[in-house]
């Protein structure tokens, strides 16, 4: 791991983000260790060398002379990296990050895969008691969203290869919740044909590890993505290859599988007493 010095680390975005809430992100790392094979940012590393990963040292300081000036808004941490990745455990970026967060009381919506989030819990509790909310928001000022694409061990294995188990993930939601932290799960993405026959088992394991919320987005692959993809599934899965040309015509899944998706998330929803999102976003909006 590199350790590097930036000029720059809060970005604006133009708008708020609709499903998770952020109008700005930070990202204490670039690259990312947990290499997911879906992995759309330039954080994912599947099948490159590790060494692009680095350490932005001085990102808590920098962050704080740029949050001096700038308007209150949901910062997300780890949209193209993973925020806890074991290095984290010695630098303490992320755990820094937070404290300038909660000190200029901003809300913060964290993303995850990581037990190591539960160091921070004590952060999360007071910005969600100090953090300033846009007033038309009405949901807790600390957010963490903890994601997990397949419950299935051997199958995260081979999608996630650097990731934690989704046992483990799951505890984690469950272990925020009773340490008073208000904490999500996202099946994201659903991997058509390979983990969307398991929705029903996540929402019901959302449900069980007291879940704030949850999110579900299907698999999208924009870009390089798509081949890189394509030639995994030629790898394993051979036999999803006409189905992955059918279903994507550009770089998401069918409106036809989208609508079937989501009408199966929306009556879950409703059985099992959740809610899509912390701010419990209709079904036309997701
Ligand atoms: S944990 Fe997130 S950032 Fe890291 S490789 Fe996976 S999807 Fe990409």
Redesign the pocket.
């Known amino acids: 791991m590199k350790l590097v010095r930036v000029k720059s680390v809060l970005n604006r975005h133009k708008k708020r983000d609709k499903w998770f809430l952020d109008e700005y992100s930070v990202n204490p790392y670039t690259?990312?260790?947990?290499?997911?094979i879906?992995?759309?940012?330039r954080?994912?590393?599947?099948g490159r060398p590790p060494h692009e990963l680095a350490a932005k040292v001085n990102a808590p300081e920098v962050l704080d002379r740029q949050l001096r000036s700038a308007k209150k808004g949901f910062v997300a941490l780890?949209?193209?990296?993973?925020p806890y990745?074991g290095v984290e455990g010695e630098l303490e970026i992320t755990r820094r990050i937070l404290n300038v967060l909660s000190f200029y009381r901003f809300p913060v919506h964290v993303?995850?895969?990581s037990k190591l989030v539960l160091r921070d819990a004590d952060i999360f509790r007071e910005i969600a008691g100090r953090a300033e909310l846009p007033p038309d928001l009405e949901v807790s000022g600390s957010l963490v969203t903890v994601?997990l694409s397949s419950l299935d061990e051997e199958l995260a294995s081979v999608l996630?290869p650097?990731?934690p188990p989704p046992s483990e993930r799951l505890e984690v939601v469950s272990q925020l919740r009773s340490m008073g932290v208000e904490a999500g799960l996202a099946f994201i993405p659903v991997i058509p044909f390979l983990t969307d026959g398991e929705l029903e088992d996540v929402m019901r394991a959302a449900r069980m590890a007291n879940s704030s919320y949850v999110f579900v987005g299907a698999l999208t692959l924009p870009g390089d993505l798509k081949a890189s993809f394509m030639r995994f599934l030629r790898l394993r899965y051979p036999e999803l290859v006409p189905r992955y040309r059918d279903l994507f015509r550009g770089s998401y899944p069918s409106k036809e599988y989208q609508n079937d998706l989501y009408d199966r998330v929306a009556g879950l929803i409703d059985e099992l007493g959740l809610k899509f999102g912390p701010h419990d976003l209709p079904r036309d909006e997701w």
């Open positions: 690259g990312c260790s947990f290499s997911c879906y992995c759309y940012t954080g994912g590393t599947y780890g949209t193209s990296t993973e990745m993303l995850t895969k994601s996630e650097g990731a």
